[in-house]
């Protein structure tokens, strides 16, 4: 069974600086990664998805995500933040292939800094 | 397109009460998900409905039923209300027979915020 660790569970960034949100997977078999945003009081929403080919993934909103299968991990940037990126930031792992559920980390709060 | 809806937004319960949350999707998609979302815990499977006609355990399905009663329509119930489900719980949706496999998004509905007493 796949299991996904977000690492931090609050990243406080100043508004044009860069941010990382860091996510690692353990899984036995090959994976599909997902990154989600929830902004206050909203659901969920796709960020980006790795499901195969090119490593790096772009999403909405300037993110962009690189897998990295040596150390199982699927870190989450953006290399300018604004306000409006204020948010919680869910990783999510699925194994590959067949009918599987998709397992979510506790999520990484982002607090822009005016 | 309304996307996930779900009712109510806000409700408050005295323990041994029972609820019926209610979700629809108009995206015609065939597998719905109820999910509960705690502080710290992130996001946790109660239920899940790969097709219309099908339900299963997630991963904390105890004092939880579902009822999928067509293929837009998946509800989630309390049948006697514990403080342990004060909870936000979110109602998503995904074309693909569950998600994870096929790679498929999620769709997830606003939520409802869930206190008991």
């Known amino acids: 069974a796949q299991s996904v660790t977000q690492l931090d569970s609050q990243v406080p960034v100043f508004e044009e600086a860069p941010v990382e949100l860091r996510c690692n997977y353990s899984?036995?078999?090959?994976?599909?990664l997902f990154w989600y945003v929830q902004y206050p009081n909203q659901g969920l929403q796709l960020l980006l998805k790795?499901?195969?080919?090119?490593?790096l993934v772009k999403g909405i909103n300037g993110f962009e995500a690189e897998f990295n299968k040596s150390q199982t991990s699927f870190h989450l940037r953006k290399p300018s933040v604004h306000i409006s990126d204020t948010a919680e930031y869910f990783c999510?792992?699925?194994?590959?292939?067949?009918?599987?559920?998709?397992?979510f980390g506790i999520g990484t709060k982002l607090q822009v800094i005016p | 397109n309304a996307g996930v809806t779900q009712t109510p937004k806000f409700q408050v319960l005295k323990t041994g009460q029972s609820m019926t949350l209610q979700c629809a999707q108009d995206?015609?998609?065939?597998?719905m998900y109820w999910y509960r979302q705690d502080p710290g815990m992130g996001l946790r499977l109660i239920y899940y409905?790969?097709?219309?006609?099908?339900?299963d355990k997630g991963e904390v399905p105890n004092g939880y039923n579902v009822s999928r009663l067509n293929k837009r329509e998946f509800s989630l119930r309390l049948e006697s209300a514990a403080p342990s489900q004060t909870s936000v719980y979110f109602c998503?949706?995904?074309?693909?027979?569950?998600?994870?496999?096929?790679?498929?998004?999620?769709?997830f509905g606003p939520g409802t915020r869930l206190t008991v007493l």
């Open positions: 998503a949706s995904s074309e693909a027979w569950l998600a994870g496999g096929q790679g498929d998004t999620q769709y």
């Open positions: 899984s036995s078999v090959s994976v599909y």
């Open positions: 790795y499901l195969s080919g090119s490593t």
């Open positions: 999510a792992v699925s194994d590959a292939g067949g009918y599987q559920k998709v397992t």
């Open positions: 995206m015609n998609h065939n597998s």
């Open positions: 409905s790969a097709s219309e006609g099908t339900t």
